[in-house]
């Protein structure tokens, strides 16, 4: 009798479970078409970029943010001081562009496409509802896959965490959505995408702590700032605030003057109030604030433990922007005549221009760059940033390695035709 009641059951659960098996199994189809439907249409949006400098050339991605041909990428793909810059769309179609603006913290390029029109464009999203377990996809021109087969690399991915990269291999420290996806070759500048198919970020390859982490810059940040890219300005952080020269007896930045009206103010924080961390790094002295300060692009949110009458108390902050009036006067461009291309994981020296001061070094073609000015460098961005801070007459020193040999090379720079 057991064995007929069990049976049964048995019977029961699997004629049960059969309706919602399947209703599962049609749910995940639909998905699926749903996905594939969202790729397709997002995938026209994302372009290839390759950009000249006097360091050498960039690759990576880009996102068309309007139908006559705006495009946001990275200063690693166009970088201050790009001469040439050429994209590819999705469907084949070339544009030479113009640089319209940098934004260096945000590590921002603008560019426009020359005589476009009629172009598949992508809507912004809010980036702040980027949580960790939100799904994202990532479009990329990964390893050329635009160039190659006329569509970016996908992937969908979730948010694995979000917050201020203050310690990574790169020159960004502002906010961040983690990702659980290795970033390669081209994807620098490539969009992410929450589900509705809005861009809510643009990726950065280099700076997570883990290889298996990608990175991208909120694109919350990235609309704060737009409209003064489009004019080419240059955008430094406000926080309506001044610090006394001397740090406090007991540690920490005092505040000398926080403005009525300013974030620091609208936030809680009061003159003579002892800055003792910043967004999670512990302060010692007014110095160490100020470049904390100055490294943080606008529109993100940061947090100051002050001291305060015996106690510590916390405050967020949502950095404002300050822009010059007129737009920033491009500096003179400096070469010393070689072209960096990375190769195997070595930064090597792709060609040497004729009567060039590297040419009368003695400087060649395939030679290993180690150090510049006594730093280590890996990329041809840390090059470019390199030659964007000389001026005319200042040199370069140079180590290189040729056939297992180190040698050192002083390098007057020049002018870029």
Known sequence: M??????????????????????????????????????????????????????????????????DGLVLTVTSVVPPGAKKVEVLTVDGRKFDADVLG???????????????????????????????????????????????????????????????????????????????????????????????????????????????LGCAIPINQVKYILDDLKQGKTVLPRYGLTLEDEAHPDGGAVLKMVKRGEPAFQSGLRRGDVVVEFDGE???TPDQLAIELTVVPPGTDVEFVVRREGELKRFVVRVAKVCEDAPRKEKPQMTCGIILEEKEGKLVVDSVAKDSPAETAGIKKGDVVLEIDGKEIKRVEDYQRILNDKSPGDVLLLKIERAGEKKEFTLKLIETK
Request: proline residues 3%.
């Open 282 to 284: 512990p302060i010692d």
């Open 102 to 212: 940098y934004e260096e913290r945000n590590t921002l390029t603008l560019i426009k496409l020359k005589n476009a029109s009629g172009l598949n464009c992508a809507i912004l999203g809010d980036s702040d509802k980027a949580t960790p377990g939100t799904f994202v996809v990532s479009l990329a021109d990964v390893y050329q896959s635009v160039v190659n087969e006329r569509q970016p690399a996908a992937s969908l991915r979730t948010i694995s965490g979000v917050y201020r990269l203050r310690h990574g291999d790169g020159h960004y420290k502002g906010r961040v959505l983690e990702f659980d996806a290795a970033l390669n070759h081209g994807s620098d500048g490539g969009p992410i995408f929450n589900l509705k198919g809005e861009v809510i970020g643009l990726m950065i390859l280099d700076y997570s702590y883990s290889k298996w």
């Open 2 to 67: 057991r064995s007929i009641f069990v049976s049964i059951f048995i019977s029961i659960v699997v004629f049960c479970g059969i309706p919602i098996l399947l209703a599962q199994e049609k749910r995940l189809d639909e998905l699926n078409d749903e996905s594939s439907l969202l790729c397709q249409k997002i995938a026209r949006t994302v372009v290839a970029i390759n950009s000249e400098a006097p360091a050498g050339n960039f690759v990576g991605s880009g996102v068309l943010i309007s139908s």
